[in-house]
């Protein structure tokens, strides 16, 4: 379809372009401006933004079909205007093996939403001790390799994957937490942790973990990805690492970009998350970190938990937030709180994102897949649970009012949502 | 996110339930103690009843195991004249997979007045107080390591019972600081009452991070911890964690942490000697001071009956 979206603010992060005008989409690419389309988009006091790319998103899908289901949580991309989305392999079983990544890659496709792109298991069932057919599940379309939130407490196990992935030149993502040192906790390690009687995690069980990874990545050179991070002190090693060369990323999630341990207030199960919530002082960094470029990416870390697994004392609730639809409203937060230009607090879940993910999609070029969001900034919505798209009601946020609201989703240029 | 409201107090700040010490305020802390002064009296007459409480019905949740306790909340609620159901719920439902929630929704349709839980994850009764219906209450009878309340309060009483005020106390509390709800009950209830000092002593392995920002002073050396305390409370090391990666041994532990009666000589001269029990003699307290005359781990079982009354009465009132 030949698609003419008019009078939209433009914003590419990538080109670094901002401004009104118009956006032709022809072929599900972005093309050079032509007549007679075949629909035209008044985008009048909307912006127009590369569709955004979360690298993070559960889908639950095979196994967990009772918390989510693909089609839920598709819904729940587009509506939040996330056009390619990674998915974590901690699905059950794992995505350990070549049919099952197949089978997920064809059921999104069907749906013809968002793109997914699989992240296949780094060892067999996350078990931390075989690897994984990494060369064949990269040819079955897993675009990294990840143990989830599994710490591989073998780091000898960890030293041999990454020379594995190095071979073949694949990314591995890793979250960076200690097996031992965090077991059985479940808030940071501090004193709204000691005030509620939870079991901690320190913030040493972080940076301990990312010291081993970052010199196993010196010894190694495979492409290291680091998951949501969490304390200030694995931040400046980031900082660090970029420095010396090494060939290392990083994101932060949406949650700890904005939430610390006081928020957990009385035992709030929706505050329960991996990794915990931790200082303000730490979300402080993350913030900082994020916006000088040290942190790549935002993602939202979308793990949508049924009343079952919430409607528990914290310590045994199941953790994870919902946040696909709130990816691109607490992004702008964000942005608006560091007084950011749109263009760069946008790069974080478009053109950034793209990068650590390795896609072409993520610009507005011409010739770039015409994955598009268009939003009203200044929309606000309330964060309520018939809202929310998503099966996964559980996020902190709920009874909150954000502003930006997604009015059109388009993926290879075809609307996949409007409201 | 957003500033809760406490949910112990309801709209005019009085008590709907009572789920930790901490957040409530020193009139709330101090008419639980007045009321339990006056229900030290019936425990002491020959018909030790008060019908207070008389066509409600109380029910002891107990998902960890306990007999004190549950014993001494079973006798405060008869006494007044409270009709009671012990339900022992580690050993029924949950091991059937029932849900806390379900459980809870379950006994509320039986017509339940009072809710007594016990439950080793921390925070369980704020679980449940946000389920329950208006006119039920939950009382927290301990909750993982968060908070014992009425242990808390029941030792408030004690030391105000012997030491009349608490403007000029210095208060030692000894041992597993980490792992005891009733440490955090009292530490918070101490310190709304004002009393100006607060020490904790323990090895490093047994105080939680961050513990000076709930107010007390950090003493390893125990005996620099004692010296010129007028209360000093011990608290129980549980089996389980006498070796291991906490601590190597017992006798090691009683060695440094053990309270004796030369340790404690250098308390002041009329301290007092609290244990919430079950004592483990010869490992966090030694007999001659457990059975000595600074003692007064037996009347705070006395008193305990008394505040849990007050508790009951005062929340079933609200």
Redesign the interface.
Known sequence: MKLAIKNARIVDPASGRDGTGDLYIAEGKISEPFGQPERTIDAKGLVAAPGFIDIAARLREPGFEYKATLESEMQAAIAGGVTSLACPPDTDPPLDEPGLVDMLRRRAKALEHARVYPIGALTVKLEGERLTEMAQLAETGCVAFSQANVPLADTQVLWRALQYAATFGLPVWLRAEDAWIGKGGVAHDGEVATRLGLPGVPAFAETIALATVLELVRATRARVHLCRLSTAGAVEMMRAAKREGLPVTCDVGIHHLHLCDRDLGYFDANCRLEPPLRSQRDRDALSRGLEDGTVDCLCSDHTPVDDDGKHRPFAEAEPGATGLELLLPLTLKWGEERKLPLAKTLARITSDAARVLGVTSGRLAIGAPADVALFDPAASFRILPETLKSQGKNTPFLGYELAGRVRYTLVAGNVVYEA | ????RN?QLNANGELQHLLSI?GLPREVLTQILDTAESFVGVTEREVKKVPLLRGKSVFNLFFEPSTRTRTTFEIAAKRLSADVINLNIAVSSQTKGE???DTVANLSAMQADIFVVR?D????P??IAR?VKPHEHVVNAG?????HPTQGLLDLYTIRHYKKDFSRLTVAIVGDVLHS?VA?SLIHGLTTLSAPEVRVIGPQTLL????E??GVKVFRDMREGLRDCDVVVMLRLQNERMTGALLPSAQEYFKHYGLTLEKLALARQDAIVMHPGPMNRGVEIDSSVADGPHSVILPQVTFGIAVRMAVMSIVAGN
């Open positions: 996110m957003q500033l809760q949910p901490e849900s806390l929630l439950h994850s921390s925070g369980a704020f679980l389920h909750d993982g390591r968060h908070a709800r955090r939680p991070a961050g513990v920002a709930l």
